[in-house]
T-cell receptor, first 112, second 113 residues
Framework: DAGITQSPRHKVTETGTPVTLRCHQTENHRYMYWYRQDPGHGLRLIHYSYGVKDTDKGEVSDGYSVSRSKTEDFLLTLESATSSQTSVYFC???????????FGPGTRLTVL | AQSVTQLGSHVSVSEGALVLLRCNYSSSVPPYLFWYVQYPNQGLQLLLKYTTGATLVKGINGFEAEFKKSETSFHLTKPSAHMSDAAEYFCAVSVSSGNQFYFGTGTSLTVIP
């Protein structure tokens, strides 16, 4: 498995609080992605990064921001969490934009 | 724009029977196609991928898929289902002119003993 870790693995928070999820890789892949997985929707792209400080929006970016100050770390921030952001969040990495994506173990976030 | 359609959100097969999971894609340029598997409470793992060349692609755990351009399909098959194949399966497409993957909504495979 590619060296990808996500932290925390589980989090319960309250509506209106800020939340930051971390994705860390040891593989030096250029591309990093954040997805959310919800029943009936499969995986939906939130944001992705194609290099340090280079990021772009995905399909469902509203309410989320990201940062990548180092190659190995990609942070996803919910500035003010809402119940609709309760989901399982996956980080993925790849060498190129068309190459295989390798996934982390996921973070289960519950917003009460 | 690219898109992926997986026909059948739930598929049940008997142990030892053929597994067929359907995937159709929409793309205006030659696509790269992928199948991933997700076991409960885990991330996605690559089963197989098609980029160029041979249209029949073999993956791990006895799975294979055939790229059919005329049918815009990339169906996943396995001759004989095993109990350990029970999982969620995702088809995905990317293109060289784009910058994103597009995943289908997934097919949950149940294997009946």
């Amino acid at each position: 498995d590619a060296g990808i870790t996500q932290s925390p693995r589980h989090k319960v928070t309250e509506t209106g609080t800020p939340v930051t999820l971390r994705c860390h890789q040891t593989e030096n892949h250029r591309y990093m992605y954040w997805y959310r997985q919800d029943p009936g929707h499969g995986l939906r792209l939130i944001h992705y990064s194609y290099g340090v400080k280079d990021t772009d929006k995905g399909e469902v970016s509203d309410g989320y921001s990201v940062s990548r100050s180092k190659t190995e770390d990609f942070l996803l921030t919910l500035e003010s969490a809402t119940s609709s952001q309760t989901s399982v969040y996956f980080c993925a990495i790849s060498w190129t934009d068309t190459d295989t994506q390798y996934f982390g173990p996921g973070t289960r976030l519950t917003v009460l | 724009a690219q898109s992926v359609t997986q026909l059948g959100s739930h598929v049940s097969v008997s142990e030892g029977a053929l597994v067929l999971l359907r995937c159709n894609y929409s793309s205006s340029v030659p696509p790269y196609l992928f199948w991933y598997v997700q076991y409960p409470n885990q991330g996605l793992q690559l089963l197989l991928k098609y980029t160029t060349g041979a249209t029949l692609v073999k993956g791990i755990n006895g799975f294979e898929a055939e790229f059919k351009k005329s049918e815009t399909s990339f169906h996943l098959t396995k001759p004989s289902a095993h109990m350990s194949d029970a999982a969620e399966y995702f088809c995905a497409v990317s293109v060289s002119s784009g910058n994103q993957f597009y995943f289908g909504t997934g097919t949950s495979l149940t294997v009946i003993p």
